[in-house]
């Protein structure tokens, strides 16, 4: 009987693999973005109310930061650029296609690249560490990793 | 032995394998190829927002407004505090019931949120406007001594209590903080304090650049920290409200103007 000794289909591991990548990109975008929503929100309400395990100079080093030159890109709220990037990056994640997947690639590594300047000006230049800009540079490191090999992995029908 | 039949098929599959090794071979270069595009677009992108970061987004030499953007700003500045009494650091009527001690740096960008985005506006055009609160400044070194040795801090002070001399302390203060830049950097000097002085039409700059050397102005820079450190004040800003009942301190990091109102209505 060739049934039972014929192999499973060669895209079936490649099929699970693909999934629980793109699941794995979904949670950690999701995380990101709620980390981008939360310092937005509060950027734009005076960071009267911002969470902050360090201080700095008598109020929290996550103000500091939040408050420092760098917050801004242009006058735009770098936590609202971030915010974007993350909505962009989950939108492309319903899509099949290799230009889909080298989108939200892109745009994981446009966020990982300028997370890594912002965490330097944290560290060297600012010196106060704001935990949710870390927490967001984490996830952007997470996602290019991810979407990196979600794109180079990808065969012709997986998600 | 197969049969003519099995052959063919044979030949068919091995046929059909080779063309699907070959497309994925296409492919995945094809996708390397996309990868490598999107790497140098991304690094392009980046490249292009630390520019712009870095450069501050603010014109000029010096990093000061020039042109449309400045006159915008000299306008926010004067519909702002137009018509409301100045004397030295105090803004508002001397006699008004509650006063509010602003302890601050004028190079902390906390006091720039505050004093612009927070409630200090609000604040400045109604009860202030309507004498019923007086703010007073106090200078206490927490962003510029961060960076930079406590006689920077001390200049820009002192070129902040020389405009208060002629009654525009209020109008210095709102111009620096409108034109801050990053407290890393080494932005404050003379050139700048001028140009900011300069901004002022008001100002009679001659006795502005003589006050500068006035030692009163220095000993209230210190009088200041020292009264501050006293209290118990750690950072900046920092407000205190004192009425007729009492002082009470008003707690958030950049106070809104419900913040302030709450302090008011509680020393009132």
Not at chain 1, 20 to 31: E, M, N, R
């Amino acid at each position: 009987m060739t049934t039972a000794t014929r192999p499973a289909p060669a895209s079936s591991p490649g099929r699970t693999g693909a999934s629980a990548l793109t699941i794995a990109i979904l949670v950690v975008a999701l995380i990101g973005l709620a980390d981008a929503a939360y310092l937005t929100y509060e950027h734009y309400n005076g960071l009267s109310g911002l969470l902050c395990l360090g201080g700095h100079h008598g109020h929290s080093s996550c103000t500091t930061v939040q408050s420092s030159t760098y917050s801004k890109l242009d006058g735009v709220s770098v936590a609202l650029l971030g915010l974007i990037g993350y909505v962009a990056l989950l939108a492309t994640l319903p899509f099949r296609g290799d230009l889909f997947k080298a989108a939200g690639f892109g745009i994981a590594l446009i966020g990982f690249g300028f997370s890594a300047y912002l965490t330097y000006r944290e560290v060297f230049t600012i010196k106060a560490i704001c935990e949710w800009c870390v927490g967001s540079a984490i996830c952007m490191t997470l996602l290019v990793i991810l979407t990196g090999i979600r794109f180079l992995r990808a065969g012709p029908a997986t998600p | 032995m197969a049969s003519r039949k099995e052959q063919k098929e044979q030949a068919r599959q091995r046929r059909m394998a080779e063309e699907q090794a070959l497309a994925e071979k296409v492919r995945r270069q094809r996708r390397l190829q996309m990868m490598v595009g999107v790497v140098v677009a991304a690094v392009a992108v980046i490249a292009v927002a630390i520019a712009v970061s870095t450069s501050g987004g603010s014109g000029g030499g010096n990093g000061l407004q020039h042109g449309k953007a400045l006159n915008q700003t000299e306008q926010q500045v004067s519909s702002l505090l137009s018509g409301i009494q100045q004397s030295g650091t105090t803004l508002g009527n001397p006699k008004a019931p509650v006063t509010i001690t602003y302890y601050g740096d004028l190079e902390c960008p906390v006091c720039r949120d505050f004093t612009l985005q927070g409630g200090f506006p609000q604040l400045v055009s109604n009860d202030v406007r309507q004498g019923k609160v007086k703010v007073v400044y106090r200078s206490f070194c927490t962003a510029t001594c961060n960076s930079h040795p406590s006689s920077v801090f001390n200049q820009q002070q002192v070129a902040a209590y020389a405009a208060g001399l002629q009654n525009l302390f209020w109008n210095y203060a709102e111009l620096f903080y409108r034109q801050q830049q990053d407290e890393t950097t080494d932005y404050v000097n003379s050139a700048f304090l001028n140009a900011l002085a300069e901004q002022i039409p008001a100002l009679d700059l001659k006795k502005w650049q003589t006050d500068l050397k006035d030692p009163s102005l220095l000993a209230q820079v210190q009088s200041d920290e020292q009264q501050a450190s006293s209290i118990g004040v750690s950072g900046t800003p920092t407000l205190v409200a004192k009425g007729p009942k009492g002082e009470q301190p008003v707690g958030a990091t950049v106070p809104t103007y419900s913040d302030l109102e709450a302090a008011i209505k509680q020393v009132s």
